[in-house]
Nanobody, 122 residues
């Protein structure tokens, strides 16, 4: 049974930083593509960053230069370091895992966490 649990969300002022963590169980993390997605009220879920098992990394244009995705296969954890946060970053953030290289395709990810709320105030 695969389980993903996000943590690290909260309330932060614009310009601040947060580090999100996703703890995985029931899988060999090194064999999975890992992604971070976000969804704001009334909007569709979008990919923020993804880390393929072969080492390739994808960032959405809105995240480039501000966010960093990293994984620790031994600890079965994937991280999203978010710097210079903006109010438009406010959303529920989800981690997801895929056996294939899925990058930003929501439909390609089979396993999802429950999400963690990130709120950026101005």
């Amino acid at each position: 049974q695969v389980q993903l649990v996000e943590s690290g969300g909260g309330l932060v002022q614009a310009g601040g930083s947060l580090r999100l963590s996703c703890a995985a169980s029931g899988l060999t993390l090194s064999r999975y593509t890992l992604g971070w997605f976000r969804q704001a009220p009334g909007k569709e879920r979008e990919c923020v960053a993804a880390h393929g098992w072969s080492g390739n990394i994808y960032y959405a244009d809105s995240a480039k230069g501000r966010f960093t995705i990293a994984r620790d296969n031994a600890k079965k954890t994937v991280y999203l370091q978010m710097n210079s946060l903006k109010p438009e970053d406010t959303a529920v953030y989800y981690c997801a895992a895929s056996l294939w290289y899925a990058r930003d395709s929501v439909e390609s990810y089979a396993y999802w966490g429950q999400g963690t709320q990130v709120t950026v105030s101005s």
